[in-house]
């Protein structure tokens, strides 16, 4: 929502023009994800001149089942064997959205990893965080980006205003960005997939079925799970999950405590940001699960 916003704020001219616009695919966002960046780049990034850049670390879902590939851990739900919730750490963003943008600017400012990008030699990076999710804004942790907020700094916009903007351009329809079967999607995003999208719907619930002994890697390696793995955060297979409403098993089963009730519901209000990643600061995490293999 927001990215979308930046993107049309400086193809239109209100914000300058920037040089790219990059895209970093997990390999299993929605369909209508695919569609949406389709027709932005058509409809609003082409005619400006900017360039869409589509870059990639691999296929999360195919991945995860793949004995031969390392897998970086997605967020898992987990039962322990004594029947304790836990979750596993949250690899996926770092290998699949973060590390190949940081690989493209690399290339684009001509100093490919291993190379060492001069001192004076960074790009400009703007980053879609609105005024709602102000403290979620960071600094780059490599000196060759220096991150930019215009939404924040330059025009002091809400999620509401982002919406709002889309809406006049015809782009109310604009969908949040995350795999098609991440573990923090709230309640209402797994609706959605079952009751519009019954083909997804069956590709979500055969992974959950596939990866309840972990990812296949661990399995292959003798790092088994130690325990079972959910895509719900019930901790039930995703077929039978609750989705329908939140329970009070639920907000108790959170290892953070006592769930809010809206994330429950609705999942990461902004999608999956490689940049503003809500879950790694907000989320307790356990290690030893044997899926980090
Ligand atoms: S959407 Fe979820 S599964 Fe996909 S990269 Fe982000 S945190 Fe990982």
Redesign the pocket.
């Known amino acids: 929502m927001q990215s979308s916003t930046l993107l049309a704020l400086s193809a239109e001219g209100t914000l300058p023009k920037v040089d790219y616009a990059i895209f970093a695919d997990?390999g299993?966002e929605p369909a209508s994800v695919y569609r949406h960046l389709d027709r932005l780049e058509q409809e609003v990034a082409k005619p400006a001149g900017i360039p869409i850049l589509r870059v990639s670390s691999g296929n999360?879902r195919n991945d995860a089942l793949d004995p031969n590939h390392r897998f970086a851990s997605?967020?898992l739900h987990i039962l322990t064997q004594d029947g304790k919730p836990g979750m596993t750490r949250?690899q996926?963003?770092g290998e699949?959205?973060v590390k190949p943008i940081k690989k493209k600017i690399r290339e684009l400012l001509g100093y490919p990893y291993p190379a060492r990008v001069p001192k004076d030699v960074f790009v400009e990076q703007w980053i879609g965080i609105s005024t709602d999710e102000f403290h979620r804004a960071k600094d780059a942790d490599v000196k060759y980006m220096r991150n930019r907020h215009p939404l924040i700094v330059d025009l002091g916009w809400s999620r509401g205003d982002c919406i709002r903007y889309l809406a006049t351009l015809g782009l109310a329809d604009t969908p949040k960005s995350?795999?098609l079967?991440?573990?923090?999607h709230g309640n209402a995003q797994w609706r959605h997939i079952r009751d519009t999208s019954p083909e997804e719907w069956r590709d979500v619930v055969a992974f959950d079925a596939a990866i309840r002994k972990g990812n296949a890697r661990a399995n292959a390696t003798g790092n088994q799970l130690l325990g079972q793995a959910f895509l719900h955060r019930s901790r039930v297979p995703l077929d039978e999950a609750p989705i329908d409403h939140v329970t009070a098993a639920e907000r108790a089963a959170d290892p953070g405590g006592p769930a809010d009730a809206d994330e429950l519901e609705h999942g990461m209000a902004d999608?999956?940001s490689p940049w503003a990643c809500r879950?790694e600061a907000d989320t307790p995490t356990r290690d030893g699960f044997g899926l980090a293999c």
């Open positions: 997990t299993w999360i997605m967020p949250r996926c963003t699949y959205k995350s795999c079967g991440c573990p923090f999608g999956c879950a």
